[in-house]
């Protein structure tokens, strides 16, 4: 029916206001209030595209390297003598007796292998196994390669999310691309230098203590100065403490040195570790190494068994805030190359954004004219309603702060052409009810119920399309997605709700007229 009862009316009204104080923050400035706003897209607002690469082949290594570890264990549980035990090319060689060859080969092939994990959904081993009279030669297999590359691009994209939240990027969009790609869109960063110099370190954090020998030997390592390339130190290849083991860190100021320093906190056992490591290497200098490079090398002076240190070096207060982030986020499990590279400019996203307002605008006023022309005083109550499902639209979008972006733009004036459409079919369904019924109240309600079904299906198909872009797609085709959703939505609310409230009114009070809509 036409008539909309009191409580109705007034709960159609509250909700259009709500949602319509929403919209109206995103033009007016105010520090009071609860405050949503539309954020805008890097095509929008500018900012930073990087595309960046995972390196796998430093993590294949060590995986090898923990591999030939456990080889040698095991083989020393069995009794099996091999030697000449390296790594080459990715590939783990060593020789054995002929007496040990089988053995040996059960080692790796039983499926109930440590050394070798079995995979039986997969029909296939961790390790490939090769034998060339007495010398074995292993490798990962396709699919143990398929695990290590899935497992390190998956935690690289949690890493480097977590560097780009710390920045305080709005809606910034971090996403897999093929098997060992990140893409990487920062609308509004200022600084893309910085995000480059963030996201191309591994953030491997260890403390090892500095050799006594001056030469570089099998249990020792030549490390470069972060700061100078030209002072190296001697380090003991055994780490005392790792990044792992950090709870938390962050810039500070020592107050005896004026100097920024980053002040961390350990978890329990890293707290246990590096208590234990002071309290026996008083005297001695303990490296503080990231990346291979050495940060700072201080000697030790007591134990530190409260839990907590500071690293010291040449920092400024932006390079010990870019270190705590860093050790905060955690170190990514491989090398991140950036191949592809963009910035957006600002000025590229106002043109982008005048351009947008302007087709909407040019659109609007177009479709205002026409409904007016076509249909009178019912055609300025569709007008009325696009108004307010515009309002709504930009309310709804604004609540849960989502990203504005130019297909989302196309997107609004894609609803406009929607909204409209619904009512022309509403319109021409009840000129048609209104040559054979004479009661002008039984007319528009007929022909509001009998255009229902079509403009359901129509507007259920494109919301069901929407849905599956949502899922489906990334970026700018995401915020497409949301706005013709949101936007098919709000149609249907201003169509049978806000349009159908004013053509009662207008009905009811001009249901004695005999040309009510020509």
Excluded: C, W
Aim: net charge neutral; glycine share 6%; no cysteine.
């Amino acid at each position: 029916m036409l008539y909309f009862s009191k409580i109705r009316i007034f709960l159609i009204i509250i909700f259009t206001l709500l949602i319509s104080y929403f919209a109206l923050s995103n033009f007016i400035k105010s520090e009071n209030g609860f405050k949503r706003n539309i954020n805008l897209g890097l095509d929008l607002q500018g900012g930073s595209y990087l595309l960046l690469e995972v390196d796998n082949n430093p993590l294949i290594v060590q995986k090898l390297q923990n591999k030939l570890i456990e080889i040698k264990k095991e083989a020393k549980l069995k009794n099996l003598t091999i030697k000449n035990l390296k790594i080459e090319n990715q590939i783990i060689s060593f020789e054995t007796e002929e007496r040990y060859l089988e053995d040996l080969n059960d080692l790796f092939k039983d499926q109930k292998s440590e050394v070798n994990p079995y995979y039986p959904q997969f029909k296939t081993h961790q390790l490939d196994l090769e034998l060339d009279n007495d010398k074995f030669y292993i490798k990962f297999s396709d699919y143990g390669l398929v695990l290590i590359k899935n497992s390190s691009l998956d935690q690289a994209i949690e890493i480097v999310r977590r560097r780009v939240d710390e920045l305080g990027t709005n809606e910034p969009t971090i996403v897999k691309r093929g098997n060992n790609r990140i893409l990487v869109e920062l609308p509004g960063l200022d600084d893309p230098a910085r995000i480059k110099n963030l996201l191309g370190k591994t953030a491997n954090l260890t403390f090892q203590f500095v050799s006594k020998k001056t030469e570089e030997s099998f249990g020792t390592d030549k490390l470069e100065y972060d700061d100078n390339e030209n002072e190296y130190e001697v380090v003991s290849k055994r780490i005392v403490l790792s990044g792992d083991n950090l709870i938390d860190a962050s810039p500070s100021m020592n107050n005896q040195t004026n100097e920024t320093v980053v002040v961390f906190n350990l978890d329990r056992i890293g707290s246990k570790k590096f208590a234990k490591a002071t309290k026996s290497g008083v005297g001695r200098q303990l490296a503080i190494i990231l990346d291979n490079k050495i940060i700072s090398a201080p000697t030790i002076s007591e134990p530190i068994i409260g839990g907590s240190g500071q690293i010291t070096g040449n920092f400024t207060f932006q390079s010990a805030t870019d270190l705590a982030l860093l050790l905060r986020s955690g170190a990514l499990p491989a090398p991140l190359n950036i191949i592809e590279e963009r910035t957006v400019g600002p000025d590229l996203g106002k043109d982008s954004i005048k351009a947008g307002i302007i087709s909407l605008i040019i659109g609007f006023l177009f479709v205002i004219l026409f409904m007016i022309l076509k249909y009178k005083i019912f055609g300025l109550i569709a007008n009325s309603a696009l108004i307010i499902n515009l309002i709504l639209l930009i309310g709804i979008l604004s609540i849960f702060e989502a990203t504005l972006t130019l297909p989302g733009i196309a997107g609004i004036i894609l609803t406009v052409g929607m909204a409209v459409d619904a009512n022309v079919l509403i319109f021409e369904r009840i000129k048609e009810e209104m040559k054979e019924e004479k009661n002008s109240l039984i007319a528009f309600d007929t022909g509001y119920t009998k255009s229902r079904t079509t403009i359901l299906d129509a507007n259920v198909t494109t919301l069901i399309a929407a849905i599956i872009l949502f899922f489906m797609g990334s970026g700018p085709v995401k915020g497409f997605s949301i706005t013709i959703g949101i936007g098919i939505l709000t149609t249907l609310f201003t169509v049978y709700f806000i349009a159908r409230l004013m053509t009662s009114i207008y009905i009811i009070k001009n249901k004695e007229k005999a040309n009510i809509i020509e």
